[in-house]
């Protein structure tokens, strides 16, 4: 049996040009380099790192396509086992992030059961196609139960990266608990007995 701390492993999503790889440089050893040129990931890369989750390690593995997790040739391998996506746009972008719906569908197709947590990158970046507190608090109402958490960050100014980070670790893992603790519960039932018949007989026995 596998001991240490638990994994979870969490992909990222979203369009070109939304800064996945910055935030993945600073997850990975907290670093920013700004991009000369357009420059994309090319295959398959991930980092582990581990935050203290009401006192217990958590690991996250953070796993990034550059943009290439639609192609098919990539895909199968990046969505599977998912625990998580964190789906990401620009905020100085409204186009980046009106397409997110596409990525949803393709996370619930190819991920089952990952949490989507949607993330708002450059909060430093000022201008007027901004997307606004109505834009995210409209999207957010129309994907209804779908979002597990929404988060605005600069990887620049590094604001909020860690934060959103550990916010997700311990998430997933209050998750995990819970699904042990239900199987735990389940299992203490015998063949043929009901929850309710369960619970009288304990009743009976401490009278």
């Not at 009401?54 to 690991?59: R, W």
């Not at 964190?86 to 009106?98: A, E, G, P, V």
């Not at 059961?113 to 995210?136: H, P, Q, R, S, W």
Request: net charge neutral; aromatic share 8%; with cysteine.
């Amino acid at each position: 049996m596998a001991t240490g701390p638990p994994n979870y492993k969490i992909i990222l999503c979203g369009e070109y040009g939304v800064g996945k790889s910055s935030i993945f440089r600073r997850f990975m050893n907290n670093t920013f380099t700004v991009e000369s040129g357009k420059k994309s990931t090319v295959g398959l890369d991930q980092s582990v790192r581990t935050f203290d989750v009401h006192g217990q390690d958590v690991k996250l593995t953070l796993w990034d396509t550059g943009g290439m997790e639609r192609m098919s040739f990539i895909g199968s391998s990046y969505y599977r086992g998912a625990n998580a996506a964190l789906l990401c746009y620009s905020i100085k972008n409204k186009d980046t992030f009106t397409i997110l719906s596409q990525y949803i569908l393709d996370i619930v197709m190819n991920a089952e059961g990952a949490k989507i947590f949607l993330c708002g990158n450059m909060a430093d970046a000022e201008g007027e196609d901004m997307v606004n507190e109505t834009d995210i608090e409209n999207f957010t109402r129309e994907c209804g139960n779908v979002l597990s958490g929404t988060y605005k960050i600069s990887c620049k100014d590094n604001e909020g990266v860690t934060e959103m980070f550990r916010d997700m670790a311990s998430v997933l893992h209050a998750e995990q608990i819970g699904r042990m603790t239900l199987r735990k519960s389940l299992n203490v039932i015998k063949p043929g007995e009901t929850p309710e018949n369960n619970m009288n007989d304990a009743k009976k026995k401490c009278c």
